[in-house]
């Protein structure tokens, strides 16, 4: 399949069956100040402040972009009011040009929400930005995040030690990778189901 790379609008909105992703507004930080006040996320992401306030919400939102190179949206309930409950992006980092990020306010977790949230902004990557690869990172202690990871198609990739803001210092983490080759059979698996066993 071949794609012609996109430049991504900036009113970009992706649509999953209980999600809508778009560009958070002001609207959203005393939400997003309350679910990300939170060690249990701090303590997994590389650069969260904590204890995390309505001042920190909003330099998050002011510096939010919808680019070529960086998009960060916000993840909402669809047809909710007041439907924030996550962040998710796709950035350049430790010298990888696409790495996707992602958290989910606490009383959201277990419900499968980080996990349509990142295959639609994985689905994003390889469909209409054309890129090649997306890599992601967690911390070693991190199971559920790799776990999320596992079922976008991800693979590891590798140990290292990474950043820190919570712990002032570096910590273990593990890569992992999605090559394009892998996602699109991946797709071409749940769009023609049953296929490979009728044939083999
Ligand atoms: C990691 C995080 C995004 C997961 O969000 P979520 O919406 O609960 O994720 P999902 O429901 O899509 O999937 C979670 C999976 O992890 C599994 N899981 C939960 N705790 C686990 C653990 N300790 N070890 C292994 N797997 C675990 C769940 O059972 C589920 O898998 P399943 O669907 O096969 O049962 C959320 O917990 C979070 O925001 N954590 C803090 C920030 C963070 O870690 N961000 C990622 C940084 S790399």
Redesign the pocket.
Known sequence: MSTTPEVPDPSLILETPRLVLHRPTRADAARLAELAN?S??????SILPHPYGLDDAHAYIDNTEISATRINLGVYLAGAADGFI?TASLMPRDGERFVV??????P???????????QAIVDLAFGRLGVDAVA????VT??????????CGFQFAGSGMGPSLYHRGMVPIDRFRLERSIWMSLKNWASKPGETARSA
């Open positions: 939170d249990g996320i701090a303590e997994n992401l996550g990020g992602y958290w989910i306010g606490r959201h977790w277990g419900r499968g929400y980080a996990t349509e949230a990142v992601a990172t967690t911390r991190n199971g559920s995040s790799r776990r999320v990871l596992e079922k």
